[in-house]
């Protein structure tokens, strides 16, 4: 029992130091997206999916919970925001080539199409970010225009 308590009392000290040392947030000035935008240029519609569904994880600027104000929470989100900025940011692409804009268009549609985006565990703290038939149609159909650009 004695062993237990140590370990307990560990943790619960670790826990509290983590609150005092978080992770950097994701946030940027300025409007983040332009040259993205303005390039495939998206109709009002899509820019709110995009801006409602997308852009936290996937851009330079992220809209953050309350909850992310909670260490190890903060450290999880942290974490997702930059394994989706490694697969697609949008405030990056501007230093994509042609070929990467055009790959990475396609992969929004196959990810889109098989449910895989937005992911799960975001829709679940975002219901807004839960897409319709309609909006997903809307979403892939730009996406599919965008590419021909490229």
Known sequence: MKIVKKIAIV??????????????KN????????????????SA?????????????????TEYPWYNNIAPVSYWLADHIEDGKRHLNF?????????????KLEEVIEEVKEGKMPLNEYTWTHADANLSEDQISALLAWANKARANY
Request: proline fraction near 3%; glycine fraction near 4%; charged fraction near 30%.
């Open 91 to 103: 405030s990056d692409w501007d230093n994509y080539d042609s070929k990467k804009k055009d790959h």
């Open 11 to 24: 943790l619960l000290i670790v826990l509290i130091g983590m609150q005092f040392y978080r992770p950097e």
């Open 27 to 42: 946030k940027a000035e300025g409007d983040y997206v332009a040259v993205f935008e303005a390039e495939t240029q998206p």
């Open 45 to 61: 519609e899509v820019k709110q999916i995009l801006k409602t569904t997308c852009y936290d994880c996937h851009s330079a600027n």
